[in-house]
Each structure stands twice: as structure tokens, then as C-alpha cells.
């Protein structure tokens, strides 16, 4: 079972800006498409943000864009989410995902990855 660590959850101030961390243990995953979904509660998980495997090509839901950016060090196998402005409806679990067989045109279904993070709290108040 591959090991995803989210950290850098916290409670902020609308507008504040927060760093998401995941580390990944699993050597297979180095240069997998890493994930990120979101859930607050009483809904759906839903789709953040994702860089494909291979070319980097990044990925965002509406709702996120151009307000949070991904990145990577496949070195290291850590991915990373910068969110920057943060609206209160940013309020959820963010979890870290991978999968080494997802393909690009599932890229945003978390139904399609098996492999998460325990997941980290992001509460904004306004």
C-alpha cells in the first residue's frame, strides 16, 4: 500500500494564503500523476488540482483556478498545492492521491485513484 502524507492544514483568514505538502514513500509512485481533491462536509469529494505523470501538464477545477498552483520534485516524490486567496468554500479535508494507472482523461475522478492521503483540514473564515 503506497504511503501519502498530507501536511499543512490549518484554520486562516479569508484571503490568507497556505502550502499543502505530500510526501510519498513509495518508490513505484515516484512519477506517477499525483492529485488533489477536497471534501467538505456532507458533500462529495470533489477535484482540486493534478499534474500528469509524465509532461507536468497541470490541471484545475474552476473553482481553484488561478488561485492555486501544483507543483512537484519527482526527486523527492512530493507534490505540493499553493493556495493563495482563500475563499471560505476552500473549507475541507484535502487529500493527496496517486495512481500510476489512471489515465488523462480520468484525471479528475478520485473514483479512478487508489492510492490517498489521510488527508489534511483546511478551514477559512471570513
Keep these: 500500500q503506497a504511503q501519502l502524507v498530507e501536511s499543512g492544514g490549518g484554520t486562516v483568514q479569508a484571503g490568507d494564503s497556505l502550502t499543502l505538502s505530500c510526501a510519498a514513500s513509495e518508490k513505484t509512485f515516484l512519477r ?3 492529485a488533489w481533491f477536497r471534501q467538505a462536509p456532507g458533500k462529495e469529494r470533489e477535484f482540486v488540482s493534478a499534474m500528469w505523470r509524465s509532461t507536468g501538464v497541470t490541471h484545475y477545477a474552476d473553482s481553484v483556478k488561478d488561485r492555486f498552483t501544483i507543483s512537484r520534485d519527482n526527486y ?9 486567496s482563500l475563499k471560505p468554500e476552500d473549507t475541507g479535508v ?4 496517486t495512481d500510476p494507472t489512471i489515465i488523462q482523461s480520468n484525471i479528475r ?12 483540514q483546511v478551514t477559512v473564515s471570513s
Excluded: E, H, I, P
Design 76 to 84: 523527492k516524490n512530493m507534490v505540493w498545492l499553493q493556495m493563495n
Design 109 to 120: 475522478d478520485y473514483r479512478q485513484y487508489n492510492y490517498w492521503g489521510q488527508g489534511t
Design 32 to 34: 506517477a500523476t499525483k
Design 94 to 97: 484535502y487529500y493527496c492521491a
